[in-house]
């Protein structure tokens, strides 16, 4: 397969994970990887509560050797913090320092970060400047399209990103206002990719292999990445890695394939954080799981009540079962 290089980091030219708050963590990203995921990302990792030791913050930054290569992903609005925060993790090593300009929710944007930075470019531009001066890897950044329909500046403001050392730009193109909603504009992909020199990652309604070989075709994109579409499926990135590769199409596991994979999963966030903890965090995980299956309805029910690893064996037996009768 055919690789590219953000700073000295050689990828496959495959599929990335997107971060996902609370789904994207050590668990998720570890079978992504066994399915094929070509870069990683960290949950959204707080630069002030890092400056500030939040133990549980540090904890978004662990990482085992089979997520490489792996970024980690800092939001903030305040250059010193997000420069400090670099400081902080480099202890863990990461491949990649991602800095999240595009993340739309109320309480990474009221303060000033996420896709409110891209009202404040020439701020924007001072963290990453800040960032890139004390960094012993490459710093990248993730946009939207930009803050509204009437002010779409994801061209100028990429432009403005790589004049401040940035190494790879990834392009989200819905506006703030749009959030995950609608449909993304992927010629905004293509513009950024024709304006800058330096890598741009594609992301936004990519379901499946075609979207992703489209998005390649469309955008000229150097590297794709996925999120929400990946929920339940981690093996999309095997799917999407085979039909690049030879246009082998649609790999689907069968009912009792998916309930091996979902136990792995649940199996790993028990092992990462503890049963109680793991399972209680698993629960969504699981319903994603059972989606769009016959007669899982009930079985996505009791998904939210979910109390024990056991409890979640003895379903998945049961809905094998039930789907080798039916």
Same mark, same amino acid.
């Given at each position: 397969? =055919? ?5 000295? %980091?050689?990828?496959? +030219? ?33 630069? #002030? ?6 133990t ?50 109320? #309480?990474?944007?009221?303060? !000033? ?41 994801a061209v =100028? ?34 513009? %950024? ?34 999120? +929400? ?15 690049? =590769? ?20 649940v ?7 503890g ?10 995980? %699981?319903?994603?799981?059972?989606k !769009? ?6 079985? +996505?029910? +009791?998904a !939210?009540?979910? #109390?024990?690893?056991?409890?979640l ?14």
């Amino acid at each position: 397969m =055919e690789t590219l290089k953000i700073g000295n %980091v050689e990828i496959e +030219r495959c599929c990335a994970l997107s971060p996902m708050a609370s789904v994207a963590d050590r668990a998720y990203r570890t079978i992504c990887k066994e399915y094929g995921a070509s870069l990683l990302t960290s949950e959204m990792v707080s630069a #002030k509560g890092l400056c500030y030791s939040s133990t549980k913050t540090e904890e978004l930054c662990s990482i085992t050797e089979i997520e490489r290569p792996y970024a980690i992903q800092l939001f903030g609005e305040e250059p010193y913090y997000m420069a400090k925060a670099v400081g902080i993790i480099k202890k863990y090593k990461p491949d990649l320092i991602d800095i999240n300009m595009g993340c739309p929710v109320p #309480k990474v944007v009221n303060p !000033g970060g996420g896709s409110a930075l891209m009202k404040t470019p020439e701020l924007a531009s001072d963290i990453v400047k800040a960032m890139c001066d004390v960094s012993d890897c490459p710093i990248t950044v993730k946009i939207r399209a930009g803050w509204d329909d009437e002010h779409i500046n994801a061209v =100028e403001f990429a432009v403005k990103m790589e004049e401040a050392g940035a190494a790879a730009i990834a392009v989200h193109p819905r506006t703030r206002r749009q959030m995950y909603t609608g449909l993304s504009d992927w010629s905004i992909i293509r513009d %950024v990719k024709q304006a800058v020199g330096v890598p741009v990652i594609g992301n936004g309604d990519v379901c499946d292999c075609f979207d992703a070989e489209r998005m390649y075709r469309e955008t000229g994109c150097d590297l794709i990445s996925l999120a +929400r579409a990946s929920n339940g499926r981690p093996w999309i990135f095997k799917e999407i890695r085979d039909y690049l =590769e030879d246009g082998t199409l649609n790999y689907e596991p069968s009912v009792e394939e998916r309930m091996n994979i979902m136990l792995r999963h649940v199996g790993l966030l028990v092992e990462f954080k503890g049963e109680d903890t793991g399972i209680r965090e698993a629960r969504k995980n %699981v319903g994603w799981y059972f989606k !769009g299956l016959r007669g899982a309805s009930t079985f +996505r029910q +009791r998904a !939210g009540a979910l #109390k024990s690893y056991d409890e979640l064996k003895i379903m998945a037996d049961e809905f094998i079962e039930l789907d080798k009768n039916a």
